[in-house]
C-alpha cells in the first residue's frame, strides 16, 4: 500500500476507534450484550495495525484510545491506558507464538487480548476500596465475550483490508 492509502487507512480506523469508544459509552451499552462486553473493535483494530501498518502505530492507538476512554470515563485515571497497553502487549506476545495474519491466529490472539483485558480489569478495580460490585455472571460474560470477540476478528480484518483496497483505488467487482 502506498503512503497515502496507508495514512488514510490508518485516520480512518482512528476515526472508527473513536466512534466506537464514544458510541459504545452512549447507545451501545447493553446493546450486544446485558453488562455491554459486547464487541472490542479498539482491540481488533490494535491487532490489526498491529499485524498490516506497524508496531509504533498499534502502541499509539492503544495509548490514544485508553486516554481517550479516561477522560471520558468518570473512573480511575488511567486506567483505560494502561489497560489498552496491556492489549497491545498480549498481541506483542502472542503474535510470537502464533501467526497474527493467520486466521486461527487472529482468534486466539484476540480472544486472548480481551479476556487478559477484562480480568486486568476487575483485578484493578477490585483493588482499590471503590464501592462496585462485580456479579457472578458477569466472569461467564468475559469468557463469552472473549470468544465472541476472537470469532469476529477475521471478518473485521477482512473487512479493513477490503477498504484498503478500495483506498488504493482497486475495483471492487473486478477479481485480483
Known amino acids: 500500500m502506498d503512503r497515502k492509502g496507508r495514512i488514510g487507512l490508518i485516520c480512518l480506523l482512528w476515526i472508527a476507534g473513536v466512534l466506537f469508544v464514544l458510541l459504545k459509552g452512549k447507545w451501545m451499552d447493553g446493546l450486544l450484550t446485558p ?16 499485524s498490516e501498518v506497524s508496531r509504533n502505530w498499534a502502541v499509539a492507538f492503544s495509548l490514544s484510545q485508553g486516554l ?3 477522560i471520558y470515563s468518570g473512573g480511575l485515571r488511567g486506567l483505560f491506558a494502561a489497560l489498552y497497553l496491556a492489549v497491545y502487549g498480549i498481541i506483542h506476545l502472542g503474535s510470537r507464538f502464533l501467526d497474527l495474519n493467520g486466521v486461527k491466529g487472529q482468534m486466539a ?26 456479579a457472578p455472571p458477569a466472569l461467564w460474560m468475559v469468557g463469552l465475550s472473549s470468544v465472541a470477540n476472537g470469532l469476529a476478528a477475521p471478518f473485521v480484518f ?15 467487482g473486478s477479481a485480483s
Open 35 to 50: 453488562e455491554g462486553l459486547g464487541l472490542d473493535v479498539c482491540t481488533i483494530i490494535i491487532a490489526y495495525l498491529f
Open 109 to 134: 490472539i484476540v480472544a486472548a487480548a480481551v479476556f487478559v483485558k477484562y480480568c486486568l480489569f476487575f483485578l484493578i478495580v477490585k483493588s482499590f476500596p471503590l464501592d462496585l460490585f462485580i
Open 68 to 70: 481517550l476512554i479516561d
Open 158 to 172: 477482512g473487512l479493513i483490508r477490503w477498504v484498503g483496497f478500495v483506498l488504493r483505488g482497486g475495483n471492487v
